[in-house]
């Protein structure tokens, strides 16, 4: 397979930092993609699980499908959230995994990381810890988890081989792999590919 | 992606309107983006 990467990780990295860090600290501005308990709905998240949260931990959520459409998860599992945000999925998760689970999410940005240990706390989720790390160097030990969730996240790695590699590293044989993402269905043109702006909007 | 890497079983959902009366609307109508939820598997036992 060819792994040329078409835009700077480093620099990728940046742009997606500068994005999210408003979205931690503006969750209800103008971005271009929809945010917080209307996205939530607009995804079929489990309304009530949903209403009984405080405004913190659903506010900045901003992914794009639901990870847990198509198999929720099972009482116990380990699950790892690979690019967590403000944590709203790990909350999810937390849920329907139980105080027998275990919930690690992973996310670069360390206002995310302050607000979704903020949430655990005052939900009182003690399952769900949250680690500072990157996709493509996840802090976690070689197949770990029984189940991998992200959501809107792998889209925005530029070395995508690399962190489906660390993906399926972390899962242990028999594991799971489930995620949001977007998919095109008319193809992007190859200049607008390496354009770092249109791979953050 | 998934297959290369060696997942099996893959699944994908139906399409979620994402950006549906978002900002970005008119950008993800251009191409035709998408949400969608993807599951596989990792072979093996535990």
């Known amino acids: ?201 | 992606m998934l297959a290369e890497v060696g997942f099996v079983d893959i699944q994908i959902s139906p399409p979620y309107d994402t950006f549906g009366g978002a900002r970005g609307e008119k950008k993800a109508r251009l191409f035709e983006v998408y949400g969608h939820t993807f599951l596989a598997h990792k072979p093996g036992s535990p």
Not at chain 1, 34 to 52: K, Q
Not at chain 1, 98 to 104: E, F, T, Y
Not at chain 1, 134 to 141: A, G, S, T, Y
Not at chain 1, 146 to 167: H, P, W, Y
Request: proline share 6%; hydrophobic share 40%; glycine share 10%.
């Open chain 1, 1 to 201: 397979m060819n792994n040329e990467l078409l835009v700077d990780p480093a620099a990728l990295r940046e742009e997606v930092k500068s994005k999210y860090r408003e979205v931690a600290h503006n969750p209800n501005g103008e971005h271009h993609f929809h945010t917080g308990r209307p996205l939530a709905r607009r995804l079929g998240y489990e309304a009530a699980l949903v209403d009984a949260m405080p405004d913190a931990a659903v506010e900045s959520f901003a992914g794009v499908a639901n990870p847990f459409a198509l198999r929720p998860l099972a009482t116990g599992e380990k699950v790892v959230d690979a690019g967590s945000g403000a944590g709203f999925d790990c909350f999810v998760a937390g849920h329907q995994v139980g105080p027998q689970g275990k919930i690690v999410g992973v996310d670069m940005l360390p206002e995310m990381l302050e607000k979704s240990r903020r949430s655990a706390e005052l939900m009182g989720l003690t399952q769900v810890e949250f680690r500072e790390g990157l996709l493509e160097k996840i802090p976690v030990d070689d197949g770990w988890a029984d189940v991998v969730i992200s959501n809107g996240v792998l889209n925005l790695c530029a070395d995508k081989r690399q962190t489906f590699d660390e993906l399926w590293r972390i899962l242990r044989p028999g594991g799971t792999l489930q995620f949001g993402d977007i998919a095109n269905g008319k193809p992007v043109p190859a200049g607008a590919l390496r354009d770092i702006d249109l791979w953050t909007g």
